[in-house]
């Protein structure tokens, strides 16, 4: 199932951050452990940074890595960039407010895209016991277990991985991508997407349903540390090394013996592919459409590093790139 990174960067709403702290894995890791990690952040392109400028004759890219949930360093972030947005002939984002509403409008018109309408629900596709724990975890996540049963399981998935300590707050979504948009839009500054809304509903809808709930099993072995989770991708962006927490999370999931190792390192392969690896290609020609001297290309903060990573996919097109203040 191709939704493991779905809620990747779902970071804390700033007036709710004494309620989601945690503990920063990266302190918590043995001293082997985190020699393992950084060796293979080490071997990874472009692995630290989220501004990158690259150049190519007279034109001019700034590569911006985002998280998408609010937080209050934010403002500073955004005010610093404002100036580059304003002089910039385009901004390209995942989405725009206008793909989001399309969005919003198709899951309305579509229930099917979040939620099992036809056929059984999830308490009839597990055995009893599978359920009766399942429907307990949803609760303890804030999912009605009536409502959980009627989810896609990705959806259901993605639900149950976001903590408690997020949900509350009308600005949770205000991330770095909604605040370069306002500033694009006050500024003038064209704007547009990189791919269409229904991208990533087409990669989670992919799979048969009677996967993607074989694959939930895996998944739920992960449910535990969400708010752990959530403060090291928070502390790790503000860092600019998001990909040290991805590698950690690549390290757990790869060790969860919910499904054979072969499987897991399967699903794992599967899932990059869909959710990074192919996206990044296919946003390399939009760019290279986009038109104009100066663009701003602001996407998830993971979608940098990387062989397959934008980064390296523009320097492969005869880009040179620079690390920028952040």
């Known amino acids: 199932m191709r939704f493991l990174l779905a809620f990747a960067f779902l970071f804390l709403p ?32 472009f692995a630290e940074g989220n501004h990158w400028i690259a150049r190519r004759g007279s034109r001019t890219l700034h590569v911006i890595g985002t998280m998408h949930i609010n937080d209050p360093r934010l403002d500073a972030v955004s005010d610093a960039l404002a100036p580059v947005i304003a002089q910039a002939d385009l901004l390209l ?13 198709a899951i309305g018109r579509d229930p099917s895209l979040t939620l099992i309408t036809e056929g059984p629900s999830l308490i009839d596709r597990l055995e009893p016991a599978e359920w009766e724990s399942l429907a307990a975890t949803a609760r303890a996540n804030g999912v009605a ?50 791919e269409s809304p229904m991208t990533l509903f087409e990669v989670f809808n992919s799979e048969p ?31 600019e090394q998001a990909l040290t927490y991805f590698t950690i999370y690549q390290r757990d999931f790869l060790q969860s013996d919910a499904l054979p190792p072969q499987e897991t390192r399967r699903i794992w392969q599967e899932t990059m592919m869909a959710l990074l690896d192919n996206r990044n290609r296919a946003w390399i020609p939009v760019i290279e459409a986009a038109e104009g001297d100066l663009i ?24 040179s790139l620079e690390r920028a203040p952040f």
């Open 296 to 319: 701003v290309v602001a996407a998830g903060a993971l979608h940098l590093p990387g062989e397959t990573g934008v980064l390296n996919l523009l320097q492969q097109e005869g880009y």
């Open 145 to 194: 277990p009536w409502m959980a049963a009627k989810m896609r399981p990705w959806f259901l998935a993605v639900s149950m991985a976001v903590p408690p300590c997020l949900r509350a707050s009308p600005e949770s979504t205000k991330g770095l991508d909604r605040r370069l948009e306002q500033a694009a839009d006050e500024a003038g500054t064209a704007t547009r997407a990189l």
């Open 14 to 45: 700033g007036a709710l951050w004494a309620a989601c702290t945690g503990t920063d894995q990266r302190l918590a890791l043995s001293a082997q452990d985190r020699a393992a990690i950084d060796a293979q952040v080490a071997a990874t392109p």
């Open 93 to 105: 984002l995942e989405g725009t407010k206008r793909e989001m509403a399309e969005l919003v409008t």
């Open 209 to 239: 349903l009677e996967e993607q709930v074989r694959q939930l099993r895996a998944y739920l072995t992960l449910l535990g540390g969400e708010q752990d989770a959530v403060h090291t991708m928070i502390e790790s962006y503000f860092d």
